[in-house]
């Protein structure tokens, strides 16, 4: 889990966690200020894959509530280890998710940002359904680059919401939205997306944007957008981000390749 030997009284692991998230907070607060946002409309996640469950812990001191993982493997044990710890926080499971981890997922996530096929919805659906007792928020993640390989579910036409576009009806952004939200176990809340390598990001999240409004218009429930990095966070905001995925720029580069 990451080569950062920090403890959880680890004084100069706490003061860098406070200086970048400062610098973080700064870019995020200059970005709201330039989009004539108020900042507390955007949500900072702080994605903490590869790093310990200690960094959770410094961070939620620092006042970081939300936290992000994108391994069930990892992130189950982190979740478990930061609650024995006493320390409260919501989880979002942003990364691909495979459907027999969905069981485990449910337990400790406040949001899933990654839905992207009927089936995985099905699945999460029936696993929040035995596990929780209040319905499971989920973001539906689209593919503006129609490549589903990277995942995200695939919207038909230029940027419509019809039509399949030659993807199946399982990762077809109207039957996900669809399964999300007549499933009573689970909220449909919004859409998540990365942007595609070799975008430029302001294209990539000025297209998300009106695909959020499109399905807005359909689901007036569904007002959350997760997108935005460490790299791309400020071009997010300006196309109306109300959730950031902050890895790298808060707890430093990662040594795993994920
Ligand atoms: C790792 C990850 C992030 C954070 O990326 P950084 O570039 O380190 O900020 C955000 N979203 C998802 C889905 C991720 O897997």
Same mark, same amino acid.
């Given at each position: ?18 200086a ?5 907070r ?28 200690? @960094?959770?812990?410094?961070? #939620?001191?620092?006042? &970081? ?5 994108? =391994?069930?493997?990892? /992130? *189950? +044990? ?5 609650r ?17 981890k969905?069981?485990s ?33 989920v ?22 919401? @019809?039509?399949?576009?030659g #993807?199946?009806?399982? &990762? ?5 939205? =669809?399964?999300?939200a /007549? *499933? +009573? ?35 007036p ?5 997760s ?32």
């Open positions: 889990m990451g080569s950062a030997q920090s403890r959880p009284a680890d004084p100069a692991r706490r003061a860098e966690l406070a970048n998230l400062a610098e973080v700064k870019r995020l607060a200059a970005a709201c200020e330039r989009a004539g946002r108020d900042p507390a409309t955007v949500t900072l996640i702080a994605v903490t894959k590869t790093w310990p469950a200690s @960094d959770v812990g410094h961070l #939620a001191a620092l006042g &970081v509530t939300d936290f992000g993982e994108n =391994r069930d493997q990892e /992130a *189950a +044990p982190k979740a478990v280890a930061v024995a710890a006493g320390v409260k926080v919501r989880w979002h499971f942003v990364g691909r998710l495979q459907r027999n969905a069981p997922v449910v337990r400790y996530a406040s949001v899933v940002h990654s839905v992207d096929s009927v089936r995985l919805a099905t699945a999460l659906a029936k696993a929040a359904a035995r596990e929780r007792r209040e319905p499971l928020d973001l539906v993640q689209v593919s503006l680059d129609g490549d589903p390989s990277r995942g995200g579910a695939i919207a038909g036409g230029p940027d419509g919401l @019809d039509g399949l576009d #993807a199946g009806p399982d &990762v077809a952004l109207d039957e996900v939205l =669809r399964a999300v /007549a *499933a +009573p176990s689970l909220t449909l809340r919004g859409l998540m997306a990365v942007a595609p390598l070799r975008w430029e990001p302001g294209l990539a999240f000025a297209q998300l944007a009106r695909l959020a409004a499109q399905v807005r218009a359909r689901y429930e569904a007002t959350l957008l997108a935005g990095m460490s790299g791309d966070a400020e071009e997010a905001i300006r196309h109306g981000a109300t959730h950031v995925r902050i890895g790298s720029a808060l707890l430093g580069p990662r040594a795993a390749l994920l």
